[in-house]
C-alpha cells in the first residue's frame, strides 16, 4: 500500500504473513491442496474460493501466484505484466483508477492473508 499511495488498499491483519515475490509463486494453484493467492497492490489475497476462475489453464490462470497489480491496472492478461507497480507515477491516471476498482473488487470478495515483501 504505501507504494501505490493513491490505491487505498486495506492492511493486513496483525500477525499475519509477509510474502516475498518468489514465495508467492508457491500458492498458484498448481498444488491443488495449497490455498490460491494473488496479490494487487501489494496485498495478498486468498482466491482459493474461487480456482474454477485462478487455477492454471483457466483465463485468469496467469494472475494466480503473483502480484498481478500492473495487469489489472492496464487490462492485460499477459503473463509479463503479472508484476507489481514499484513506482505510481508509471500508471497513468486511468489506470490508477483502474487499478483502484481492482483493489475494491478483490478487498470485498476475498480475505486478506498478508502483504508482499517491499
Partial sequence: PDALPH???????PGSRVFSLADL????????AKPLYIA??????DVSGSRALYAPGTKYGIF?????????????LKEEDCVPVDDPASLTPEQ??????????FSSK???V?????
Fill in 96 to 105: 490508477a483508477k483502474t487499478l483502484e476498482k481492482w483493489v475494491g473488487f
Fill in 110 to 112: 476475498y480475505d486478506v
Fill in 64 to 76: 494466480a501466484g503473483r502480484d498481478a497489480s500492473k495487469a489489472l491496472a492496464i487490462s492485460s
Fill in 114 to 118: 498478508g502483504t508482499v515483501a517491499k
Fill in 40 to 45: 494487487v497492490a501489494g496485498v495478498v489475497y
Fill in 25 to 32: 509463486t508457491a500458492f498458484d494453484g498448481a498444488d491443488s
Fill in 7 to 13: 490505491v487505498d488498499a486495506p492492511h493486513a491483519p
